[in-house]
């Protein structure tokens, strides 16, 4: 009977694991919530399950055994709960094709495993856990601003705050508190410097207990609210030299772990060479695939072997970049203000053709609610100015209408200056996207505006565009179409007083002069 593995998630990274289990020869389940009744990745499981929320550990348990799985992928893995996930799945006799409790438990706490981190001689920002406004006041004084609050426990972003004064203080450390509490259950809240001419450099890892293999680093580009945008492999920024003391490091942390399964150590690269820790993120993430393109390899796949077999197969000497590689992620969101968009995909077009991928849940018709992540595309090429020339085009194939996305800036991003030289400092790269999402949001505004002018003066073909597109609808309901609607019909009055003026007042002279004579 063949191996059957429930997929514990949706989205695109759902659909891109069933594929390689079939691949494989296993059978991919999966589970759905009601928003995801009509989500891609049903299509390609063999048979599935409803459930209240991906998150809650006691009903994704009763799905594996309801459809009688012997193994269970968590996919990018839980906000919360994920160390009891995987405690849960071995008590029940199943097998966990993820990173272990221990690994899970060790790398969501972020202060303890810099703890660790220092000890092993690896180097770490300053940083302080801290229970007030005051003790953030009291470390931007010692350190400088600007600093970055953190919940302890975080991932994905959520919950970072950068702060530029200590005017911004009381507000950003009280929302990284709340976030803090009421996404991850665990209140605690650290500071450190926020480095804006860094870079962010991360190191994909795959690991089977007994060793831990390098599968060489990414650089990204991070957007203001901490989503990775743009990401390559191998990075153009790393020396050789700084390359080979960058994965040393990594390979030395991830074996004191024992680690298991796929992980990313991320680490902060500043312009006089130094390397800074930051983090672990345990399991597979969003990025995976554009390092699997550069090296040719299936994580997923590994993945399996490592979790079934307790061993990779795999040696380090077999590890080699193949070519390289840059992605693009696009998101369902206003890209001004990082606020997540849903809707019905009215039209839905990806790319193809030579050495480009695709990962994604879109398809015409798909009703988008649930993940801000719905598309990935990467590009690869024998050198660095081809993959790039590659995703360009790519990415001027890409159609997504009746849903907001960050498509249009991402373009924008890869034709900038800033992309074609390699200048990935976090502060540059943000004030770009920032300033390109700016223009997105007013070209928006602008065809907005021509399409309400169209539907005032009666134009049909106008009245059926905004009846069936949900994204026109709402730009044309948005307060700065109502501001700009008002000012105007303001100036239209204004104007059109002024140009009858000379008119009216010409004829009440004459009908004066009529009525002396």
């Not at 856990?129 to 919940?151: A, N, Q, T």
């Not at 992620?329 to 480009?356: C, D, K, L, M, W």
């Not at 009746?402 to 502060?427: F, H, M, P």
């Not at 106008?462 to 700009?484: F, G, M, P, Y």
């Amino acid at each position: 009977m063949a191996f059957r593995v429930l997929i514990a998630t949706g989205g695109e990274v759902a659909v891109r694991i069933a594929k390689t289990l079939q691949e494989a020869g296993m059978v991919p389940l999966g589970v759905y919530v009601s928003d995801d009744r009509e989500a891609l990745h049903r299509r390609y499981v063999y048979d599935d399950v409803e459930v209240r929320s991906y998150e809650d550990v006691e009903e994704i348990i009763r799905a594996a055994e309801s459809l009688g799985a012997d193994a269970l992928h968590p996919g990018y893995g839980l906000l919360v709960d994920e160390a009891k996930l995987a405690e849960q799945v071995a008590r029940k006799g199943l097998v966990y094709i993820g990173p272990a409790p221990s690994n899970l438990s060790t790398a969501r706490d972020k202060p303890a495993l810099k703890t660790v981190v220092e000890k092993l001689g690896l180097k770490t920002l300053p940083w302080e856990l801290v229970e007030s406004p005051e003790d953030v006041e009291e470390f931007g004084e010692e350190h400088g601003y600007p600093v970055i609050l953190k919940p302890a426990s975080g991932r994905w972003g959520i919950g970072v705050r950068v702060v530029r004064s200590r005017e911004e203080v009381k507000e950003a450390f009280k929302a990284s508190k709340s976030a803090a509490e009421k996404v991850f259950k665990d209140p605690r809240v650290y500071v450190e410097p926020f480095i804006e001419d860094a870079r962010h450099i991360e190191v994909q890892v795959l690991g089977d207990l007994e060793k831990v293999l390098h599968l060489y680093e990414r650089e990204c580009v991070v957007s203001k609210v901490f989503k990775r945008v743009l990401c390559e492999s191998p990075s153009p920024s790393l020396t050789p030299e700084a390359r080979k003391s960058l994965l040393d490091q990594v390979i030395e942390l991830m074996q004191s772990m024992r680690f298991k399964s796929a992980g990313v150590v991320e680490f902060l690269y500043t312009p006089s060479g130094d390397l800074y820790f930051v983090e672990v993120n345990p399991g597979l993430t969003p990025e995976h695939s554009i390092t699997e393109s550069s090296l040719s390899l299936d994580f997923v796949k590994r993945q399996v072997e490592a979790a079934l077999y307790g061993i990779v197969s795999l040696r380090q000497d077999d590890v080699g970049i193949k070519a390289h590689a840059v992605g693009a992620n696009i998101y369902a969101e206003n890209p001004e203000t990082g606020e997540r968009s849903t809707g019905r995909v009215q039209h839905y077009a990806e790319p193809s053709g030579f050495g480009v991928r695709v990962d994604s849940e879109l398809y015409t018709g798909v009703q988008v609610a649930l993940r801000d992540l719905v598309l990935k595309v990467v590009a690869t090429g024998s050198d660095r100015s081809m993959a790039l020339s590659r995703l360009r085009r790519a990415m001027s194939e890409v159609v997504v209408s009746g849903v907001s996305t960050n498509v249009e800036v991402v373009r924008a991003l890869l034709e900038s200056q800033l992309v074609e030289s390699a200048s990935y400092t976090i502060g540059a790269m943000s004030r770009l996207y920032d300033e390109l999402a700016k223009k997105a949001e007013n070209r928006s505004l602008l065809h907005a505006i021509v399409v309400s002018t169209l539907v005032e003066i009666g134009d049909e073909l106008a009245k059926k565009l905004t009846k069936k597109l949900k994204t026109i609808a709402s730009v044309l309901q948005s307060e700065k179409v109502s501001r700009l609607k008002r000012s105007a019909w303001y100036y239209y009055v204004a104007l059109r007083n002024m140009v009858h003026r000379p008119h009216v007042r010409r004829r009440r002279e004459e009908r004066g002069g009529r009525e002396r004579r």
